[in-house]
């Protein structure tokens, strides 16, 4: 079964940092597009950061660049997605997702991912 699972999420204090994982299973990333996503209550999902198969080419949405950094490791089946000095507004649930050979320009809401985790949580509050 195709899955990915997504890790490293919790509390921090704005200015801290965390480091997401999004490991698959039943499937290898190498020729995946993975996007990292967020939803804040109330709000639409946001594309926030995606990586080409290669990670040569990478996409931020503007109010992440700087701060988030998205990277992959073939060989261990894994994307990270490391975010520092957080904001409160980078509150939310977290997804990963993954898409089949090309990234497209932008991530957007994620419609054109297929597989996604199950989400995890970053709350960044003093």
């Known amino acids: 079964q195709e899955q990915l699972v997504e890790s490293g999420g919790g509390s921090v204090q704005p200015g801290g940092s965390l480091i997401l994982s999004c490991a698959a299973s039943?499937?290898?990333?190498?020729?995946?597009?993975v996007g990292w996503f967020r939803q804040a209550p109330g709000k639409e999902r946001e594309g926030v950061s995606e990586?080409?198969?290669?990670?040569?080419?990478?996409y931020y949405v503007e109010s992440v660049k700087g701060r988030f950094t998205i990277s992959r490791d073939n060989a261990k089946n894994t994307v990270y997605l490391q975010m520092s000095s957080l904001k409160p507004e980078d509150t939310a649930v977290y997804y990963c997702?993954?898409?089949?050979?090309?990234?497209?320009?932008?991530?957007?809401?994620?419609?054109?991912?297929?597989?996604w985790g199950q989400g995890t949580q970053v709350t960044v509050s003093s």
């Open positions: 039943g499937f290898t990333l190498d020729n995946y597009c």
């Open positions: 990586i080409s198969t290669d990670g040569n080419s990478t």
């Open positions: 997702a993954s898409r089949l050979a090309l990234c497209p320009p932008v991530p957007g809401s994620g419609r054109l991912f297929g597989s």
